[in-house]
Every structure is written in structure tokens, then in C-alpha cells.
């Protein structure tokens, strides 16, 4: 069993930034890779950001240049800054840790960028 948990999401206005952080517990030890999901309202769930366990990243096209994931494994804390925010990146944002067999989700974390 992992446990994630969010946290830093808000209200921000267009162009300003907010870090996101995702602290995980349990059998950490099986987690893999993490990442960060979004879903605004109608929606479907997609994938931002990933980070495996050696560093490697990858990104949605719409973000890059605009968000960093990091992890801190000694923290087992996955972080997510975002910064030059635009509207369209208002979502639910959800953490995800990639481990056998399903993998596990936080709680969700509300992103609120307002133009």
C-alpha cells in the first residue's frame, strides 16, 4: 500500500506560479516512477509530468519550458513547479505513484489560474 498526499495547490493570477507537492508513505520502496495527472471540468484525465526513480523526465507538449517535476527520494516527496500560468492549465491536479499492480492516486489538489 502507498499513500500519496497533495498539497500547494490555489488561486493564482495568469503568468504567476505555484509548486505542488506529493508526499508519499507505505511501501514506498515498490514505487517506480510518479507523476502528475490533470482534469478540468468535461475533461479527460492527462498526463503533465513524469519522473522515474533514476531522474528521467517527460512532459506534456502544452507545458514544457513552463513546469519542472523533481523528486526528492529522501523526502519521498515529488514536487511539480509550475510557473508562467495560464488559464487553460485550471485543473484538479493529482499525483500518481507508478508501482505493481495498479498504481496509486492522491486525493487531488485544485489548480485555479484566473485571467
Known amino acids: 500500500q502507498v499513500q500519496l498526499v497533495e498539497s500547494g495547490g490555489g488561486l493564482v493570477q495568469a503568468g504567476g506560479s505555484l509548486r505542488l507537492s506529493c508526499a508519499a508513505s507505505g511501501s514506498i520502496f515498490s514505487i517506480d516512477s510518479m507523476g502528475w495527472y490533470r482534469q478540468a471540468p468535461g475533461n479527460q484525465r492527462e498526463l503533465v509530468a513524469r519522473?522515474?526513480?533514476?531522474?528521467?523526465?517527460n512532459y506534456l507538449d502544452s507545458v514544457k519550458g513552463r513546469f519542472t517535476i523533481s523528486r526528492d527520494n529522501a523526502k519521498n516527496t515529488v514536487y511539480l513547479q509550475m510557473n508562467s500560468l495560464k488559464p487553460e492549465d485550471t485543473a484538479v491536479y493529482y499525483c500518481?505513484?507508478?508501482?505493481?499492480?495498479?498504481?496509486?492516486w492522491g486525493q487531488g489538489t485544485q489548480v485555479t489560474v484566473s485571467s
Open positions: 500518481k505513484a507508478d508501482h505493481y499492480p495498479f498504481g496509486s
Open positions: 519522473i522515474t526513480r533514476s531522474g528521467s523526465t
